[in-house]
């Protein structure tokens, strides 16, 4: 070993039997404490690693050599059911925080997982990216919709900025669905998120919809927590998990009121 | 015309089902439901084929598989795409619960595989490249390991499958556990040059 060489790398010691617990410890078949110390000795030792990263490879399918099942039913039942549960809890949750910040929006999961300082909500940018939103809106502006006849749904048809796209927001007693055809497929990494505006010059408050069209470019969208005190419904395409700041253009504005 | 309202205002699973597993789990992460229920269907046929396989009996194995998606849905953002395929993560999780769970139960009760009904599921027509390609996969992994003498995959199947530990095998076959550990050790590498990986392993 050369001088140069990390002084703490290489502890492998094969008299030691630490080669011979690559195998086992892919199997699952350590004991507990050994399990943990080889664990310990993987961050020193890259001859196991290596050794273990090659026999993972095979550990790995071992699965399907286990006759192939199908999985019961009721399974997926009582499977999904908690996590429905628990992701209303959470809406409920992030709902709330978001009424209360005013546009900084809630983890999923609360304070369980740290955001990353750079995903913290930034007001400046914000207030940039609403600045420009206004500059998008002149430029696309179509026509302004008009109220559906006596139903007690109006529907207002939306501004669109990918040309042959369509989007109209149909309101039903606060409620609010966007429908979308002809928009273009996301971009590979991608998703169109939906945002909301209180005031046309408040903040551009993201919502958990996030959504794909399908192969037509059509769409179908609730908006969470209805429109009753929103003046804009908006749409952009943000990297998969969404954004907190609209990334722009906006591509599909409806103004409430 | 109008759509009925939905609340929420989630993609639809047909919607997400275009997004790849590692796009899915970023939505999972974020607490979308419907994008953790593309991943359940996608994957729980193999955990519950697994867990099945591992426990032996239905109720123990719906436990395990239960538990581990729960485990994943509630700890989504620790899947690490450095390390693997999310199946391939799923099926660690169910593979960790199941041994923790035949752990558990006493030394009589194990190995006791009864059979409570569960057929392997014969040929379902084969709707997509996917599913071809891992039955394709699933023959030639079950292949590799009938093709190694029998000493070297009966304490692979007695560890992987039987949650064994290597000191549990080597008393239960009476053997060194330096040469327990030596055919564990043999029998995964014949199986990777089996499985087309021909890489040498390190010596």
Redesign the interface.
């Known amino acids: 070993m050369s001088a140069d060489e990390p002084p703490m790398e290489d502890q492998h010691n094969e008299r030691e039997g630490c080669g011979g617990n690559a195998a086992p410890y892919v199997l699952g078949a350590l004991t507990d404490a050994e399990h943990q110390a080889f664990v310990v000795h993987l961050e020193s030792c890259s001859v196991c690693r290596e050794e273990v990263a090659a026999l993972q490879v095979v550990a790995a399918a071992l699965p399907a050599a286990a006759p192939q099942v199908s999985a019961p039913a009721d399974l997926k039942r009582r499977v999904m059911a908690e996590v429905r549960e628990d992701a209303r809890r959470q809406a409920s949750q992030s709902a709330a925080s978001r009424a209360e910040l005013s546009g900084a929006r809630a983890r999923p999961w609360g304070s369980r997982l740290a955001a990353p300082a750079w995903l913290s909500w930034r007001p400046n940018l914000a207030v940039a990216a609403l600045a420009a939103a206004v500059v998008v809106l002149a430029v696309v502006a179509l026509s302004s919709g008009g109220d559906g006849a006596g139903t007690g749904v109006r529907v207002i048809r939306a501004q669109v900025l990918p040309s042959h796209a369509r989007a109209t927001l149909n309101v039903s007693d606060g409620q609010a669905q966007l429908s979308i055809a002809r928009m273009p497929q996301t971009a590979p990494g991608h998703v169109y998120e939906l945002w909301l505006k209180r005031s046309a010059a408040g903040p551009a408050i993201p919502t958990d919809a996030l959504f794909t069209v399908d192969a037509a470019g059509a769409a179908s969208v609730g908006v969470p927590g209805g429109v009753r005190h929103v003046s804009e419904v908006m749409v952009t395409s943000e990297p998969l998990g969404g954004s907190r700041v609209p990334t722009l253009p906006a591509l599909i504005v409806a103004r409430v009121a | 015309m109008?759509?009925p309202?939905?609340?929420?205002?989630?993609?639809s699973a047909?919607?997400?089902s275009?997004?790849a597993d590692e796009?899915l789990m970023?939505?999972v992460?974020?607490?979308?439901?419907t994008a953790?229920?593309v991943i359940?269907?996608r994957h729980?046929?193999?955990?519950?084929?697994?867990a099945?396989?591992?426990c032996g009996q239905?109720a123990l194995a719906?436990d395990v598989?239960?538990e581990g998606?729960?485990s994943l849905?509630?700890s989504g953002?620790r899947y690490d795409r450095g390390r693997?395929s999310v199946r391939?993560w799923v099926?660690?999780i169910v593979?960790?619960r199941a041994?923790d769970a035949l752990r558990r139960r006493t030394v009589r009760d194990r190995g006791r595989i009864s059979d409570e009904g569960?057929?392997?599921?014969i040929a379902a027509p084969e709707r997509t490249d996917v599913e071809f390609a891992?039955r394709d996969?699933?023959r030639?992994?079950?292949d590799a390991?009938e093709q190694l003498p029998d000493e070297q995959s009966r304490v692979?199947e007695l560890?992987?499958?039987g949650?064994?530990?290597?000191?549990e095998?080597a008393s239960a076959l009476g053997a060194p556990v330096?040469t327990?550990?030596?055919r564990?050790?043999l029998g995964?590498?014949k199986?990777?040059m089996a499985?087309g990986?021909p890489?040498e392993?390190?010596q």
Do not use: C
């Open positions: 109008f759509n309202l939905r609340p929420g205002g989630e993609p047909a919607g997400l275009v997004l796009e970023q939505l992460y974020r607490g979308q439901a953790f229920e359940y269907d729980a046929d193999a955990a519950f084929s697994l099945y396989r591992m239905r719906e598989v239960q998606f729960l849905w509630r953002a693997g391939t099926l660690g593979h960790n041994i569960i057929e392997e599921r891992r996969e699933a030639e992994v079950r390991l692979i560890a992987y499958f949650g064994l530990t290597h000191v095998i330096g327990v550990k030596g564990m050790r995964l590498a199986m990777r499985l990986d890489t392993v390190v």
